[in-house]
């Protein structure tokens, strides 16, 4: 069965808040001008919001830009931050840090506290409103190239096909979208954006990308607990003073919190478990208060990009463009990238639109892009934050020392750029080299294993389909990750993906629960020899986030 195909003026891929600004910013340009223009939005989730995580707290200097009066079209943004706290732990103290030693860029006057899912959802109904098309549940599985080189647009995933390979009785073929110009909005770590970094040497001029994993709980707690517009932040225990991370308690409407913890994934222990330092990080007492009495209403994980500045790749190539967490945006200081990700496709759909209607559709048109971002306000914060997160390689002391003096004496305008120095796969130790680290059992009210964590998001995948977990070198995981680094794989996965099983006298062997992949991308990232290769499952699959 051959492909069919769709022509568009623009196709953009993922459904998140810099593909649907870069949507809707398309549409009003149109509008404004008398003219039409097709935009296809192509999402992998079931639904818009489907996949989103973050936090979140929201900066609105993208939205005002974008719907300068989205107060009265309604959108679900309804807790202003009223107060917040920020604590460096130990073990069993607490000592809180005063709001004027903490460097601008890490205040949260003006901004929200919400759930970027909802958002997502909104402004998708506002693009959909304004005449994109959106396409939910339909995964874009390759890049379309054409005769010269460039990019021509993407083709969603067969549906139907089996665990084998073969197409089963459901089958149908998927359908390519074709493009004047192609969009790249999947979030951090993208399976097509990674593919088209290598392709066409976009990262020849930055440094390795670095990534944390967030995971996160949304709870209902006791309404006397709750403290609508509260934010807490914290940095040390349970963390090692060597391994870089915090945490956030967002207290939202409805008596709900949002509470989550990153650990960024150049540590070096193999025998750390994220998911099992945020489990321990809940039992604080300074935390552990806020949660008596309540309950975890929904679970997710998602890695995300705190390489900043330094990494960001090359954001063009022929026909295409990549825009927000696909190309690095977030401002790690301030734990955001959600203005940062809208604006970038705000200004990629400035540059497509000038572009197609100059009659230019070659790819030197979109160097306006490039040019539109570097005098950008996202530029500036990027600019302002880029020696924070290579601060913390000296450790949490040193780092926290260094960043005081990057951020509080010279502004961010320091006369000198800080390297990453690695990727985050080359960082481990050997696991003998390394203490191994004895996570209490979790008691069921406070803190939770990670399979019944992983059903509060609601995750499912077509069971009879190709494993989308696929490894280069099936020898790999036995012969170097478990003989070298105890099966890392086991404990960075924040859903129970992989395990070793040793049965009977056989060689042990790895086995991936694919079904439960929440498709964070932590073992794309992680995996010490690269063996692990993250694709798209069939489209629909995945976590169900209802509010997160």
Known sequence: MERESMEFDVVIVGAGPSGLAAATRLRQLAAERGEDLSVCV?????????????????????????????????????????????????????????????????????????????????????????????????????????????????????????????????????????GKYTIFAEGC????????????????????????????????????????????????????????????????????????????L??????????????????????????????????????????????????????????GCEAGTLNMPKI?????????????????????????EGGQALESY????????????LYKARNVRPSFKHGLFGGTLLTGLDQKLFNGQAPWTMKHGHADHETLLPADQAPVIDYPKPDGVLTFDRLTNVSFSATNHEENQPVHLTLKNDGIPVALNLAKYAGPEQRFCPAGVYEFLHEDDA????????QNCVHCKTCDIKDPSQNIDWVVPEGGGGPNYPNM
């Open 42 to 178: 192509v999402e992998k989730g079931s639904e818009v919001g489907a996949h989103i995580l973050s936090g979140a707290c929201l900066d609105p200097k993208a939205l005002n830009e974008l719907h300068p009066n989205w107060q009265e079209m309604g959108a679900p943004i309804h807790t202003s931050v009223t107060d917040e706290r920020f604590f460096f732990l130990t073990e069993k103290k607490s000592y809180a840090v005063p709001s004027f030693m903490l460097p601008p860029s890490m205040r949260n006057e003006g901004n929200y506290i919400i759930s970027l899912g909802n958002l997502c959802r909104w402004l998708g109904e506002q693009a959909e409103g304004l005449g994109a098309d959106i396409f939910p549940g339909f995964a874009a599985a390759e890049v379309l190239y054409g005769a010269d080189g460039a990019v021509r647009g993407v083709a969603t995933g067969d549906m139907g096909i089996g665990r084998d390979g073969q197409p089963t009785d459901m089958h149908q073929p998927g359908m390519e979208l074709i």
């Open 507 to 514: 060689e042990p062997r790895l086995q991936i629960n694919a």
């Open 189 to 264: 770590r993208g399976h097509l954006g990674k593919q088209l970094m290598e392709r066409f040497d976009l990262c020849k001029d930055s440094e390795p990308q670095t990534y944390g994993i967030g995971l996160k709980e949304l709870w209902e707690i006791e309404p006397q607990r709750h403290h609508q517009g509260l934010i807490v932040h914290s940095a040390g225990w349970p963390l090692g003073r060597d391994t870089y991370g915090g945490s956030f308690l967002y207290h939202l409407e409805d008596h709900q919190v949002a509470v989550g913890f990153v650990v960024g």
């Open 266 to 323: 150049d540590y070096r222990n193999p025998h750390l478990s994220p998911y099992e330092e945020f489990q321990r990080f809940k039992t604080h007492p300074e935390i552990r208060q806020f949660f008596e009495g309540g309950r975890r209403v929904a679970y997710g994980a998602r890695a995300l990009n705190e390489g900043g500045l330094q990494s960001l790749p090359k954001l063009i190539f022929p026909g295409g463009v990549l825009v």
């Open 336 to 360: 955001k990238g959600t203005h940062t990700a809208m604006k970038s496709g705000m200004l990629a759909a400035q540059a497509i639109y000038e572009a197609l209607t100059s009659g230019d």
């Open 370 to 381: 490039t040019k539109a971002f570097r005098k950008s306000w996202v530029w500036d914060e």
